[in-house]
C-alpha cells in the first residue's frame, strides 16, 4: 500500500465528471487499498478518486470515529444513490482538497445508496447521520461537484482565493 498525493482545490480534475469502473481488476483493489491508506493518514473520513487525480467511480469511506470504535473501512465502487429522504440534516463540512476550511451544508438527511464492493458483490444500504453526509460528499466528488458550491458565490471565491495562496507557499516550501 502506498500513500497518495490529495489535489489541492482549485484543479481542473476536481470538477471532472469522473468515468464508471467496468472491471474491478488487482490494479482497482490496490487502488481502492491505497486510498484508504492515504484517506487514514490524512487523517480524514473520506476520500474519492479524482482527488488523488484519479478519474474513476471509485470512493472510500470510515465515518466510525468514536474514540475506541473499530475501524469500519468502505471501498465504493460505482456508489449511486437510488433514494433519499425529504428530511434535510445540516452538517458542517470539509474536504481534504480544501484543507482548514469548514462549512454547513444542507443535504438529504438518508440516503440508500447501491455500490460495488472490491471482490466485485453488490451492495445497497440505508445511511443516516455521518455516514449519510460523507457519502454524498464523496459522490459528488465523481461529478465534480466540491462542497464549496454549494456556498454563496462570495464565499466560495473567498475560500478559493485562500487556496490559491496555499497552493503557492506549498510549492515555495517544496521548490
Ligand atoms: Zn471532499
Not at 19 to 48: F, N
Not at 67 to 84: D, K, T, Y
Request: glycine share 4%; net charge negative.
Amino acid at each position: 500500500m502506498s500513500i497518495r498525493p490529495i489535489l489541492i482545490h482549485p484543479d481542473p480534475r476536481l470538477k471532472t465528471v469522473a468515468d464508471p469502473v467496468s472491471d474491478i481488476d488487482e490494479a482497482m483493489q490496490k487502488l481502492a487499498e491505497d486510498m484508504l491508506e492515504t484517506m487514514y493518514d490524512a487523517p480524514g473520513i473520506g476520500l474519492a478518486a479524482p482527488q488523488i487525480g484519479i478519474l474513476h467511480r471509485l470512493i472510500v469511506m470510515d465515518c466510525a470515529k468514536d474514540e475506541g470504535a473499530p475501524p469500519r473501512p468502505l471501498a465504493m465502487f460505482n456508489p449511486q444513490i437510488v433514494w433519499e429522504s425529504d428530511d434535510r440534516n445540516i452538517h458542517e463540512e470539509g474536504c481534504l482538497s480544501i484543507p482548514e476550511t469548514w462549512a454547513e451544508v444542507t443535504r438529504p438527511a438518508e440516503v440508500v445508496v447501491q455500490w460495488t464492493d472490491p471482490a466485485g458483490d453488490p451492495h445497497e444500504d440505508r445511511l443516516s447521520g455521518l455516514w449519510a453526509t460523507c457519502v454524498q460528499h464523496e459522490i459528488d466528488h465523481l461529478n465534480g461537484t466540491l462542497f464549496i458550491d454549494y456556498l454563496k458565490p462570495l464565499k466560495r471565491q473567498l475560500i478559493t482565493r485562500r487556496m490559491k495562496k496555499l497552493k503557492r507557499e506549498r510549492s515555495r516550501d517544496t521548490a
